[in-house]
Each structure stands twice: as C-alpha cells, then as structure tokens.
C-alpha cells in the first residue's frame, strides 16, 4: 500500500465562540451594578457610544398623580405596609406623602430619591468609621501627653480581632515592646475605660465585667455567675443558685441583664455597607387579572449608536490606522447595543415564565410554591439550560410579596404520598417551621413525629430530609427546643 500526500475539501458545521458570544454571555449573567460599571466603561472607550438621554421622555418632570399610584403599585401591596410607613413619618420631608419620595418614577421600587432630589435615604445614613479607625481617634486623645503609653495602646489596638477581643497575652506583647509588664496593663486598663465598653477584653466573662461595671451591677453574685458562664450556657440553674447565693427569682433577674449586653462590642463596627437592592424585574397584578411582568427601565443601560459622528470621521479620509479603529469601534458598538436589547429579552421571557408557574405563591404564599428547575424553564421558551442559568444569576424580582433573587424560585421536588402533585422544597420548609413554632411546650415535636404529620398531608419525605432541612433553617432539635421551652416558661 502506498503512501501519499492528498489534498481533501470537506464540509462541516460547527459552533464557534466568537469574542462577541463571549461578551453576550457575560452581559446575560451581570447582576445590574456590573453591567451599569461595563457599560460606562465601555462608554470612555468608545466614542461612538452615548447614552440616550432622550429615552425617558418624562426625566426631570413631576410625576403624576396616576403615575406615582402606577408605579408604587407593588408597595401598596406589601405585607403590612400601611403600618409600617406611619413610623417614618419623622423622617419625611414636610408636606411628602411617602408614595412621593419612595417612588421616583414608572419604573418603581429602587429609587433612592424624590424626583426633585430633596431627599435621599443613602445620604442620610450615617458614615461609616472603621472600629480601628474610631480606637485609633480616641487613643490619640486618651494618650495626648503620653507617647510611650500612646504607643503601647497602639500596638494593643492592633491586637484587636473583629469582635473587639485581645488576641495576644500582655507577658508576650511586654516582652515584644520591651515595655514593663505592670506599664502594659495600666495602658489595658485606661484601653478598657473606652467607648464602647467591652472592648479590649480577653475572655468573654470580662468582656461581659466591663459593661456590667459600667451599669454598677457587678457585684459578687453577679461576678461568680460569670465565672460560671459554662454552667449557665447549660442550663444549669439549681447549682448557679448555690453558688451566687441567691433564689431562683435572684438569678432569673441576672441572667436577663446578661442578656441585654452585647457579648462582640466590635462587630458593630464590621458590618458591610447597607446595600440598596434594585430589582430587575417587576411583578404587579393586572386591572382585569392575572400578573403584568415588567422590566425595570431604571436599571436598564441606554445606549445608542452615534452613526452620524461615525459619517462625519469617515468622510474626512482618515489614516488606514484610524480606518480601522473607526470600523471597530462601529462594529463594538452595534453589537453591544443588540447583546443589551437581547439580554433585557432574555431576562423578561424568563421571568415571564417564572411567574406564570409560580402564580400559586404570588397568590397564596410560600405554602404553595411549585416545583421548577432550569430545564422546565428552558423547555418552555425553547433555550438551552445554561442560558436560563445565565438569565436567572444574580437578578432579583419585586413581587407584591417582597423582593426575591431568581434562584428562589427554582426549587426540588418532594414527592406525594398519594401520587398527586410533588411539592416544593420551600414549601415544605415552610410547613416544617409551621410545625415547630405551633408546637406546644409540653409536646416538643420529633423527626418521626414531623415526617408523620407531613405524610398524613400528602408529603412523602424520609426522616433524614426532615433534619436536613431543620438543620438549614436553624432550627434545634427536639431536646433542644424542649429544654428551651422549659428555660423560657421557667423565667
């Protein structure tokens, strides 16, 4: 057999990931805030994009009457919204209905202001200050005339963990500062005199001493019962009598004003930023019935191709080089503004689809959420999983029940005993908390005795499924709650 060099023509299909595919795929999965940071950047790079300014036509106008009811009809609808309002009446500009601040135009909820820019609720929280940064201010002015102490409180602070705690032993950070022992602890202890109280301390029990001293309620009862925090975490309240020397009536009392004090001063000061959430969708239910899916255009990136500017530049006969760039830019700028119209689509059907499967919850509750997975979703509109995946990563959709992330809606099924209609995980979750909050003290529910209440309701689920998701919830279990209950009917 001989062997030969051939030259062959064959036809084939394939798919191929373009750059712009690329760029489609990541647009689709962006939550808002990404793609508002790539569409501005993609704005400084591209000359021939611009926003369209002229895409809300009523943009720096008053609402109406008829507009501000349209649009805040998901609020008006919330769950005990009349009563809430009311308590922020203080914080209202004089003369404003809250409708008229809370909402700023068609689209809805998200709007941090009124439309004429009086009020906004971001500008009025308060500024955030680290908790090093808050010590740091005080130990400055603490230790004004004292450089050598200044500086042992200094380096104390950056012993300090996130809750407040001193994380290294004063022997070890004497030794490491070359500072007399008996120096570092006068320094802890004028630390320890700071606002808030309870920071730089080294064990909870002190941590607990400092705000107790504060309130001058650390006296010798109160401080062997914080010797013995281990005794009373187990609920050992007959020998915590004996060894405070009071009645049970004594300790109850102390144990409430344990309670009360804050056992990680410092996490105040650790918590993330207060987020606004702007959902991308809205639900509203329609005047004749049934449910309006709407997307919101505030959220909405709007762009628009400046194919004059592009005339303009090509006619004065540019370079080669500034030819090119001129093309690209064009063909970068068309595609982007088809993948932002295709997305905001893609988005809506998928949210469309939601909704209509999962009208039972926008009626009646959790209670009666469906089961729905991804390729229930992507059989219906006819799409790949991937891109309903995609469609549903980090977007959120205002319902008259409250504002809910995508994902909530996708849930496992749990089969019926009787081989009806198989019910969603959340829903049994939610019958599952149900049964533990009606449950009575004297008749604390077990697994078995759960899994036996859901099967005599037509919901199939094995006694490890229950813990799971008992354990999800953060729910204890049956001797857990029992010796709760028993704690709390006792006090």
Not at 17 to 35: D, F, K, N, Y
Not at 298 to 319: D, W
């Amino acid at each position: 057999m001989a062997l030969s060099a051939k030259l062959q023509v064959r036809q084939s299909q394939a798919l191929v990931i373009t750059p712009q595919l690329m760029q489609a795929i990541r647009l689709l999965q962006m939550s808002g805030l990404e793609l508002e940071r790539f569409v501005s950047a993609e704005l400084e790079a591209n000359p021939l994009l611009a926003e369209d300014e002229e895409a809300d036509p009523a943009a720096g106008e008053e609402p109406s009457d008829a507009e501000l009811s349209a649009s805040g009809a998901v609020l008006d609808q919330a769950d005990e919204v009349a009563d809430i309002e009311p308590e922020f009446a203080g914080f209202l500009p004089d003369g404003s209905e809250p409708a008229a601040w809370m909402v700023s135009g068609p689209s809805g909820l998200g709007a941090p202001s009124r439309p004429d820019g009086e009020f906004e609720l971001d500008l009025n929280l308060a500024a955030d200050e680290s908790l090093p940064e808050l010590l740091e201010r005080r130990i400055d002015a603490a230790f004004a005339h004292a450089p050598a102490e200044r500086m042992i409180a200094q380096s104390l602070l950056a012993s300090l963990d996130e809750a407040g705690y001193l994380m290294v032993t004063l022997d070890s950070l004497a030794a490491r500062l070359g500072a007399p022992a008996d120096a570092v602890e006068r320094v802890l202890l004028r630390c320890q005199e700071l606002a808030p109280t309870g920071l730089f301390a080294r064990s909870l029990a002190e941590c607990l001493a400092l705000q107790l001293a504060e309130r001058n309620r650390l006296d010798p009862a109160m401080q062997a019962l914080l010797h013995n925090l281990e005794r009373l975490a187990a609920g050992e309240r007959a020998g915590l009598c004996a060894i405070c020397g009071v009645d049970r009536a004594d300790l109850d009392d102390m144990i409430g004003e344990i309670r009360a004090l804050d056992p990680k001063p410092g996490l105040a000061f650790s918590a993330e930023p207060i987020q606004v959430v702007v959902p991308d969708v809205f639900v509203r239910r329609a005047p004749g019935g049934g449910w309006i899916v709407e997307l919101n255009e505030a959220a909405l990136p709007r762009l628009i191709v400046n194919r004059i500017y592009h005339a303009q530049l090509s006619s004065r006969s540019p370079r080669d080089g500034e030819k090119r760039f001129l093309t690209d830019c064009l063909q970068k700028a068309s595609w982007l503004e088809k993948s932002l119209d295709q997305r905001a689509r893609t988005v809506l059907n998928v949210a469309s689809e939601i909704v209509r499967r999962q009208e039972g919850f926008l009626e009646d509750g959790v209670a009666y959420l469906r089961p729905l997975n991804l390729r229930m979703v992507a059989d219906a509109l006819g799409i790949h999983e991937s891109t309903v995946s995609r469609a549903a990563a980090n977007k959120s959709i205002a319902t008259p029940r409250g504002i809910f992330e995508f994902r909530y809606f996708f849930t496992g099924s749990i089969p019926a005993s009787a081989g009806g209609e198989a019910h969603s995980a959340e829903s049994v979750k939610h019958r599952i908390r149900q049964l533990v909050q009606t449950e009575p003290a004297e008749a604390v529910l077990s697994d078995d005795a759960i899994v036996a209440l859901l099967s005599r309701e037509g919901i199939e689920i094995a006694r490890r499924t229950v813990a799971k998701y008992r354990e999800a919830m953060r729910i204890g279990s049956s001797v857990e709650r029992r010796r709760d209950k028993r704690l709390r009917a006792a006090s």
